[in-house]
Nanobody
Framework: VQLQAFGGGLVQAGGSLRLSCAAS????????MGWFRQAPGKEREFVAA????????KYEESVKGRFAISRENDKNTVYLQMNSLNIEDTAIYFC???????????????????WGQGTLVTVSS
């Protein structure tokens, strides 16, 4: 599967952005999809993940209540709505597809085997 993430950009603190990740080339609808991010000089970290049906969702603690992950299986697309952005959210955001069909959302990057190229989100003060 090929994953293309887009929607990043420069936004002021307190603002919002919506990231999208479009999948092509392989099955999308039966796989967990996740968002991860990597800030400058830091390790990649989990942000959010959504089960294949959209019913199971996990968030990293610092984004709960501010970010929302969703998916449209008929469009092979997963979204990350990011609200109340702060400077600490500055990072490259990556989407990823789970390794196995009908899996459960996981915070573990090892559970994902296909990764997009990333889209940069910069939050200014």
């Amino acid at each position: 599967v090929q994953l293309q993430a887009f929607g990043g950009g420069l936004v002021q603190a307190g603002g919002s952005l919506r990231l999208s990740c479009a999948a092509s080339g392989s099955t999308f609808s039966t796989y967990v999809m996740g968002w991860f991010r990597q800030a400058p000089g830091k390790e990649r970290e989990f942000v959010a993940a959504i089960g294949w049906s959209g019913e199971r969702i996990k968030y990293e603690e610092s984004v709960k209540g501010r970010f929302a992950i969703s998916r449209e299986n008929d469009k092979n697309t997963v979204y990350l709505q990011m609200n109340s952005l702060n400077i600490e959210d500055t990072a490259i955001y990556f989407c990823a597809r789970g390794s196995s069909p009908y899996g459960v959302p996981s915070r573990n990057a090892d559970q994902y085997d296909s990764w997009g190229q990333g889209t940069l989100v910069t939050v200014s003060s």
